[in-house]
């Protein structure tokens, strides 16, 4: 069930396990069961609402890359189109799911889906990816602290994997840090610097993996993700998932004689 309805894009697979436990999505008028199978004659609602769904074979898969704006509610949980249209993003017939969205404070690259699938199956293996971030500074920022951020493995028990810092020192008040790291929220490295009296009064994010946020996206702007770059973005997930398995089972044994 959840999963259908995912790849419908009606909901991530999570935001549907969590409306069945809520008792708000309905299959023929009862509560499913977690992982129930879906029917075609089944009458689904949710709130009181008939969501009316296709099989998932021959749906068309739409992905976007998305400049965002810094301050800007990336706000899609209304599947409506108004919400689409606000961000003059194309309509679809379910709704526009973002993959690892940034805090609203921040902004920069997104990637939007309306396939609920292609969305888990990415948003699974985010962690294997590095990203960049580019940050705008105020304070006494200079090469101890950038020193510090680099070598840094967590905040407030939270672990980080600072891959590279490096730092433009502005003349004034700004300066800038181009960032990259994995596995480590933006939020995090907001607070790491907060805590040191710098504030980050930007954060974008510029990369995602394989996929670059170019020069020709202007701000508020989306356009279509090519099929070469979600099957980059797929084997990239892939190939530096399997690396860290690797890398953690260690060298194999050899055999005994």
Same mark, same amino acid.
């Given at each position: ?25 309905? &299959?023929?008028?009862? =509560?499913? $069961? @977690? ?5 075609? +004659?089944? *009458?689904?609602? /949710? ?74 199956? &990415?948003?699974?293996? =985010?962690? $294997? @990816? ?5 940050? +705008?500074? *105020?304070?006494? /920022? ?116």
């Amino acid at each position: 069930m959840q999963k259908v309805l995912a790849a419908a894009g009606i909901g991530s697979r999570r935001e549907v396990e969590r409306w069945i436990r809520e008792g708000r999505l309905l &299959v023929n008028g009862e =509560v499913p $069961a @977690l992982g129930a199978k879906w029917l075609a +004659r089944d *009458r689904i609602t /949710l709130d009181g609402r008939p969501v009316r769904i296709r099989k998932p074979e021959g749906k068309e898969l739409h992905v976007l890359l998305f400049h965002r704006s810094p301050g800007e509610t990336l706000d899609l949980k209304a599947a409506t189109s108004r919400a689409a249209e606000r961000l003059l993003l194309p309509r679809v017939s379910g709704r526009w799911l973002a993959i690892q969205p940034m805090p609203p404070v921040d902004g920069g690259l997104e990637i939007l889906t309306d396939d609920g699938g292609w969305a888990h199956r &990415v948003s699974q293996g =985010v962690h $294997a @990816l590095t990203i960049d971030y580019v940050l +705008r500074m *105020r304070g006494p /920022l200079n090469d101890q602290l950038v020193e510090e951020f680099r070598a840094a493995t967590d905040c407030e028990g939270e672990p980080m994997t600072i891959l590279r810092a490096d730092a433009q020192y502005g003349e004034g008040f700004n300066h800038w840090l181009n960032v990259t790291v994995r596995s480590t929220r933006s939020a995090l490295v907001r607070h790491w610097w907060g805590a040191r009296g710098i504030i980050v009064s930007r954060l974008m994010r510029v990369r995602f993996g394989p996929i670059h946020l170019s020069r020709e996206l202007p701000r508020g702007h989306s356009r279509a993700m090519t099929i070469p770059e979600r099957n980059v973005l797929i084997n990239e997930i892939e190939a530096s998932k399997q690396a860290r398995e690797s890398d953690s089972a260690g060298p194999a044994a050899e055999p005994a004689h």
